[in-house]
């Protein structure tokens, strides 16, 4: 499955840094942060999507805690 979700990120490198760690969940097939679009995409297995995509918004947290990413 493979989503994309409005991300608010305040710069080119934190969402380099957040795509980095995002990358790095078990699960993960691909994720994408864009600061220019301020979007978030994830892709991972259908049947463990809602974990993962979890995971990925405590993991973009940790990296920049005013991101918001919408549906999370």
Do not use: S, Y
């Amino acid at each position: 499955m493979k989503k994309t979700f409005k991300c608010e990120v305040d710069c080119a490198n934190c969402a380099a840094k957040m795509e980095e760690a995002v990358k790095k969940i078990e699960g993960v097939v691909n994720a994408r942060v864009n600061f220019m679009t301020q979007k978030f995409v994830l892709e991972a297995a259908d049947d463990i999507f809602d974990d993962v995509f979890e995971k990925a918004v405590k993991a973009c947290k940790k990296v920049e805690p005013d991101c918001e990413i919408e549906g999370a």
